[in-house]
Each structure stands twice: as C-alpha cells, then as structure tokens.
C-alpha cells in the first residue's frame, strides 16, 4: 500500500503540467490561525528547514508539498523532468547524478535541481512575491514543491496561509473573507485530509481551525487535530485533557508537537536536535501519552491515514478519469483534426450538410429534436393542422347575406323577369367565395418557406459541428441556401395562385360530387311547375274554359312576380283577385302610376321576402355551398403537393449541386476554411487534457490490487 502515495503524486504531476484541477486528488491540507505553527509542523515532517519563517503573514500562497522517500542507494539519482510524456515512456534515458542525499524540484522551475534548502527558501519567497507582490497580499495560485529525501515518508501536503481577522500593511479590507475562501476551496475537495493546527496555549474551543474544518466535515471522518507549542504553556498548565479528547473529541485523533521557537531559528537549531528535544520533552511532561505524540507519530500516521484515505478515493477516482476522458475525447473530435487538404475537406462539408438537411426533411436525422416540431415533421403539421384547420374554419357563404344573393340573381336576369334562377349568378357568386382560398393558400407557402429556414440553424446547431469551426464557410452555405429558397419562393407562389386560378377559370357543373345538388335544384324546379299548373287549371273549370284565365295568370306573372315561375303569395293573389273583377278589366298596356312604382321605387332593403324569394336565395347557398366544399378538398389537396414539388423537393434535389456549384471553388478555398481565432488553441487544451486524463489512467491502472490490502 506505500506505492499509493507516489502514485497520486504522480497524478498530481500529470494535471499540474495542463494547469488543471479537473481531478480532486486525496491530499493532507494544513489549517490554521496564522503563527499557530503550521510552517513549522511542515518543516518537521521534512527535517530540513524550507519554508519562510517570521513574524505575521508569512505563506501567502497555498504551498503543495509532495514529500518522496527514497532509498539511500537511490539518493544519489533521479530522474529528469518526470512531467514530460517523454519520461513516461523511457525514464532512464534523462537520469543523471545528483551530488546530495536530499534535493528539491519546482514545477515552476522545470528541471532546476535544488540540493541547497536555502535556496528552496528563498525560490518560494521570490515566487511569492512574484505573483502576489512584496506587500502582504495573498494569492490562490500554488507553488508546487517536490523533496526527494530518505528521511521523510511519503506524503502530499498543501500549506495555505493563516487565517487572520484584521487587515495589516498593505493588505485589502476583505482579507479574511478572501483567505476564508482560499481555504474552503481546498478542504471543500472530499478528498482531502483536513490537517487543523492549533496552539496549546489557546482556548481549544476558541479554534478556528476546527471551526472552519467542521463546516465541511461535519462528521470529522477527514479531520486530524495537530496541538503545537506544548513547550509555551502556562506554568501549571496542561494539554492532557485536549491530547487525550476530553475537550473536543476528534475521529482521527489528536497530536501534540513541538516546535523550534524563533529564538532557536535565529541560532540555526536544526530540526534533528529539534526532534530530540521534543521527545525528552513529551517524556518528562506527557509520558504515558509520549508513544502517540511527537513530530515523527504525526509523520507515521499522516502517511497511514493518506494510504487508507487514496485506498478508499480511488475506484472513485478511477471512475471519474475514465468519465472525463471519454468527454475529452467527444469535445476533441467535434473541433476536428487540422486541415491538411482543403479541398476534400471543403468538399465533405458541403456534403454533409447536404445530405444533414434532406435527413433533417424526410425524418431520418441524426439528431432528432424532442422539444418541438422540426423539419418535415413540421412541414406534415403545416400541410394537415396549420392549412387544413384554416380552409376548414373558411365559411362556404362568409360575406354573402341574402339580398347579395338576391341582388346578384337580378343582376344576372338583366332586363327580362326569369324564369329559373339564372346560372351566371351562381357562377358570380360561387367564383367570389373560392378566390378567398387563395390567401390562406400562400400563407401556407410562406409558413413552408419559414420553416425550410429554420432548418438551416438546425442543421448548424446540432448536426454539422465541424461548421461552427469555419464561421465564414458556415455563413456562406446558409447564404447559398437562403438564395436558392428565395428563388423558389415567386415560383411556388405563382403555382399557388395559379391552382385558384384555374378553379376559377371554369365552374364545372357537371362535377361528379356535384350531380346531387343539380338534383336538389332540379327537384325544387319539378315543384315549382307542378305548383304553377295546379293553380293554372283547377278541377272544377273545363279545359276550354280555362284559356282566358291561363293568359290572366301568364300577364300577372310577367308584370307583378319577376322571378316566375313560383306560387304567389298571399299579397299578390289578393291583387289578382282585384284585377279579375269586371269593372277593373286589363287594359292592353300598364297603368301610368303602376308604371312608376315598378321603375322608380328601389326594393326596401329589409323587406320581407316573398317565399319564391327565399326558395331561390336558398337554392343559389346550396349550390354555392356544394360546389365550393368541393374546390376547397381541391385545394386542400394540391396546394401541399405544389408546394412539396414546386419548394421542398427542388430544394432537395438541386442542394448539393447548388452548395458546391456556389462554394467549390480554389480561389474561395483558404477563405472559407478559415478556422475561428480560438479554435486552434481549444483543439491544443483539450487535446493536452485528454493525454494527461490517458496517463493517469495508465497510471492508476498499473496498480495491482494487492496495492489496495
């Protein structure tokens, strides 16, 4: 199980060289007020002194400390830059010797040996100051620290700078708040290790380390306590009742150090005598408590509760590199490899669309859309919803009342009274009511039109992503399409009106669908002459006897009823009555007055209509109604296949041959195959991202799984 810890190091390594923290890898992170001691902690799992030492904010940027043991045989050697992929494969080929027994690498640094720990200290402060200015600001960005040495135990720890109340120097107003989230940001990782220091000569339920620590481990499963400064407590005093839980009890334990006071910094007291006097200390102030205190029992149980900690984290972690590289490798495809020949590539492009559209219209796409209604779905929905509920809600007699019915049929009669009802009145009024297909019908074309529109983005959107990495070639088919649409417009439109036009054209009377109101007509007409010849010849008058009556009644049909040939009604039989009277006898030609009446006085407008009148107004709706029920299945039927021939199809069939003729052209090549600025730098990150998610798949791979046990 010791070989876990080299390998997240090794992870650690692989995703700092891509600057990524995709992967939240198990590590130890120090906590604590500032000055409570952790540099010092750090310094003493080290043995050497590395860290910045002082008086206030000292670690002003979050330190990742990665500590690799190595053998004394092995201290002589190590390898070169562990980050590059070129090591992964041959290691050997970089090693060289080192002269020391313990030395140090910074990823920032790349190759840079540093054997001297003076320098190390003094690398990190110009790092600092580097990034965070020579004031007393902080900064999230962390240097990474690697110590090569065969008396430390493997470990991965992250030093974050103290937490603080009040703003000193120059720093901003809001400095705890930001130091507050510095450190939510790494202990927030559920798998870290929450390492909360805190000294021995304050109040342990007045710590901010362990505060901070159980917002987000409210448990305590990933808490260790660390009490420091045993040596600095009042006289009388002790830690006994903290180091053994009887305060704040916490899971993973707690355990008291000592460090080296500044006094001791100052006199160059290495941290090997330091370590010495710590335990003569724990021996003569704790000594039933000493076995399980002390700088080298925190090393030991840092490094057991890591192995346990990664051992637990890493089917998860397996599981989520394996996640992410799939995704990787999806987003690396849809940005493409680079073009290398543009011309089969332009050429796969415009086919693609091509063949991407006339999918997205027969229903066959790759990407079918869930949340409405697209392509020739919609066009379906357009042709039998849309249009057909519009012709269906248009009234066969919509705008036509009874006095334009009757208006229409004395129009049509000219100057003589009819005797039927006249046929060019229905074909004026019939030919009125069809033309008020022909809005409805091209409101159909455009909706069409419209949605073969819509499509175009569809396509772009979500079934040609290489398109959206070449925005002018993008711009230029959806300007080749449009073009090609636009012109098909006029001429569907044209088919459109001219399908009503030649409904217009001729009004077939002898339509199959239209034999059974001619016979409603004809039967009425039947009615009406056998009413006609049985007030004509009565059964009580002989047949000679009835002449002279036959030319009364002919006269009076021809002077007061202008229709015909209908029963009279009541009013106009009175009127005969009167006439047939002997003193009232016919003159050979109409009264003066009569005369007047009948030229000069308008029809009232609301007047009551005779019933020969409102048979023969309902005679003319019926057939209109009939014959325009009829034009309108007509309709409903041609205009989608015109529409379908006329707009969809030729648009389908002349596409491809459209796009290539308009755009396959050598000296419009560089310009449409002209990659978006970004694209190429997207294309570099992911593709680094998806190396680094490979390697360290290949990394967690190679452990055996009596690794885990």
Known sequence: MEALIPVINKLQDVFNTVGADIIQLPQIVVVGTQSSGKSSVLESLVGRDLLPRGTGVVT?????????????EDGRKTAGDENDPATWK???????????????????????????????????????????????????????????????????????????KVP???????????????????ISNPNSIILAVTAANTDMATSE????????????????????????????????????????????????????????????????????DEYGFLQKKYPSLANRNGTKYLARTLNRLLMHHIRDCLPELKTRINVLAAQYQSLLNSYGEPVEDKSATLLQLITKFATEYCNTIEGTAKYIETSELCGGARICYIFHETFGRTLESVDPLGGLNTIDILTAIRNATGPRPALFVPEVSFELLVKRQIKRLEEPSLRCVELVH???????????????????RFPKLHDAIVEVVTCLLRRRLPVTNEMVHNLVAIELAYINTKHPDFADACGLMNNNIEEQRRNRLARELPSAVPRDKAAPATGDVSQESGTGNWRGMLKPSKAEEASAEEKSKPAAALPASPQKGHAVNLLDVPVPVARKLSAREQRD?????????????????????SVPKAVMHFLVNHVKDTLQSELVGQLYKSLLLDDLLTESEDMAQRRKEAADMLKALQRASQIIAEIRETHLW
């Not at 965070?132 to 135990?153: A, C, D, R, Y």
């Not at 120097?169 to 940001?185: A, C, F, N, V």
């Open 60 to 72: 002003r940027r979050p330190l990742i400390l990665q500590l690799v043991h190595v053998s004394p």
């Open 617 to 637: 107004c309902e005679v003319i709706e019926r057939l209109i109604k009939s014959y325009f029920l009829i034009v309108r299945k007509n309709i409903q039927d």
């Open 90 to 164: 041959n290691p050997r080929h970089l090693t060289k010797e080192i002269d020391a027994e313990e030395w140090g690498k910074f990823l920032h640094t790349k190759n840079k040996i540093y054997t001297d720990f003076d320098e190390i200290r003094q690398e990190i402060e110009n790092e600092t100051e580097r990034i965070s200015g020579n004031n007393k600001g902080i900064s999230p960005e962390p240097i990474h620290l690697k110590i090569f040495s065969s008396n430390v135990v493997n470990l991965t720890l992250v030093d974050l700078p103290g937490m603080t």
């Open 450 to 468: 419209e949605e073969m529109q819509r499509i175009i983005q569809h396509c772009s959107n979500y079934s040609t992503q290489e398109l959206l």
């Open 168 to 186: 000193v120097g120059d720093q901003p107003k809001d400095i705890e708040l930001q130091i507050r989230e510095l450190i939510l940001q790494f």
């Open 209 to 276: 380390a362990l505060k901070i620590a159980r917002e987000v481990d409210p448990d305590g499963r990933r808490t260790l306590a660390v009490i420091t400064k045993l040596d600095l407590m009042d006289a009388g005093t002790d830690a006994m009742d903290v180091l053994m839980g009887r305060v704040i009890p916490v899971k993973l334990g707690i355990i008291g150090v000592v460090n080296r006071s500044q006094l001791d910094i100052n006199n160059k007291k290495s941290v090997v005598d330091s370590i010495r």
